[in-house]
């Protein structure tokens, strides 16, 4: 049975950090690109960040560009989201997704930035 879990969210204050994981299971998590996605209250999810099977290709959506980065470990079944200078406005709930797949969304991660 293959899913994903969150975790590493949390309260931090603006400009401050968090590291988020996401651990998945089964045997189709190297072979497929990953994804992060936040949904922030009163609007809808929206796409954040992906990654390539390989780990060597990236993209961000402009909203987090040059301070969000995505990365994965397919040894560990895990992909991350480091998030720098982190803003009010990226309150959210952060969810990941295996991309070519059917599942479900996570129970997410809660990110709450404010002073």
């Known amino acids: 049975q293959v899913h994903v879990v969150e975790s590493g969210g949390g309260l931090v204050q603006p400009g401050g950090s968090l590291r988020l994981s996401c651990a998945a299971s089964?045997?189709?998590?190297?072979?497929?690109?990953m994804g992060w996605y936040r949904q922030a209250p009163g609007k809808q999810r929206e796409f954040i960040a992906s990654i390539t099977s390989g780990g060597t290709t990236t993209y961000y959506a402009d909203s987090v560009k040059g301070r969000f980065t995505i990365s994965r470990d397919n040894t560990k079944n895990t992909v991350y989201l480091q998030m720098n200078s982190l803003k009010p406005e990226d309150t959210a709930v952060y969810y990941c997704?295996?991309?070519?797949?059917?599942?479900?969304w996570g129970q997410g991660t809660q990110v709450t930035v404010s002073s």
């Open positions: 089964g045997n189709i998590f190297s072979s497929n690109a």
């Open positions: 997704r295996i991309f070519s797949t059917n599942l479900a």
